[in-house]
């Protein structure tokens, strides 16, 4: 195809991805997803698409290929994927990005969704890309340098962001969130990020993707922080991250109880209350009491 012929497509795909993820009209997220070249943060062709358990090689060099709602490897020995288009555009969507402001996006990968949140905030927004992993933040600093608006960050994504943010968007799961996700979230700010548990393999090895996890959307009002249940989801494990065996088991069984749609505040370095669907010493999910 040539470049028309893909910005038809990309176009279509953008149409798609929005329908599918059950947003109705969101203008600025749709011609993100239009303007953004995925080819540009895939590498070179062969591309290898996730198909159930493994990894396919792409019988194509057309990028054509790439404008549908699948995963591609970007690090297929460690099953680091460009992520599902449609799972992302309904993430973004609920963040509510506006022009101007200053997002953290952690767990950057190579940069695709770095791209979109910059088309969105535009020109007078701010976009900190923080990958973990020094081979992807490369790749990332490559591909994103016409954005004038995004700096790249090589770094552990627990530590981010260092500055007052308008929206954090976590890429990785965890079964905490981090400090400075809260601790820097400005006033009127929206964090977004998978909470779960690790995949676990013979003798206690992180297998590196979740056992289970659910997107979760953080809101700051001053000092007040509503919590909502999103959706479940599949991620990458936050490489370098650990707990023990009984937190884990912990958040289990909260996931298996149940409950997660009456989740509305998160109780922040305060005194445990009595009505919380998952508690830790410093932090806990706080449900609505039944009536």
């Known amino acids: 195809m040539d470049e028309a012929e893909l910005k038809i497509c990309r176009r279509a795909y953008a149409v798609q991805m929005l329908a599918k993820a059950g947003v109705d009209r969101d203008d600025a997220l749709l011609n993100a997803f239009s303007t ?25 060099i057309d990028p054509v ?60 927004g701010h976009v900190v890309a923080v990958e973990f992993d020094a081979e992807l933040a490369q790749q990332a600093r490559r591909n994103l340098e016409r954005y004038a608006n995004v700096e790249v960050v090589q770094g552990d994504g627990l530590e981010w962001p260092r500055e ?51 997107f979760f959307l953080i809101g700051r009002e001053g000092d007040e922080l509503s919590a909502r249940f999103l959706q479940p989801v599949n991620f990458v494990w936050g490489e370098g991250i650990s707990g023990d065996l009984s937190t884990y088991a912990a958040l289990d069984r909260a996931f298996h109880a149940g409950g997660l749609n009456r989740i509305h505040a998160l109780r922040w370095n305060a005194v445990k209350t009595e009505q919380e669907w998952y508690s830790q010493e410093r932090w806990g999910l706080v449900m609505a009491a039944l009536h």
């Not at 062969?46 to 019988?59: A, E, F, G, L, S």
């Not at 979230?185 to 590196?208: S, V």
């Open 65 to 124: 290929v790439l404008y549908q709602d699948l995963l591609f490897a970007l690090q297929a020995d460690r099953q680091v994927n460009n992520g599902s288009p449609s799972l992302h555009a309904g993430a973004l969507h609920r963040l509510k990005l506006r022009k101007g402001e200053t997002v953290c996006h952690i767990g950057a990968g190579s940069g695709y969704y770095t791209a979109i949140i910059a088309e969105i905030v535009g020109e007078t």
């Open 164 to 214: 007052p943010a308008d929206a954090v968007y976590v890429n990785f799961a965890l079964h905490h969130p981090a400090e400075p996700w809260i601790d820097r979230l400005a006033t009127g700010g929206r964090l977004l990020f998978p909470l779960g548990t690790p995949a676990m393999g013979a003798e206690g090895r992180l297998l590196g993707v979740t056992a289970q996890a659910a």
């Open 36 to 60: 953004v070249p995925r080819e540009d943060f895939l590498g070179p062709p062969p591309w290898k698409m996730r198909d159930w358990k493994r990894y396919v090689d792409v019988p194509s």
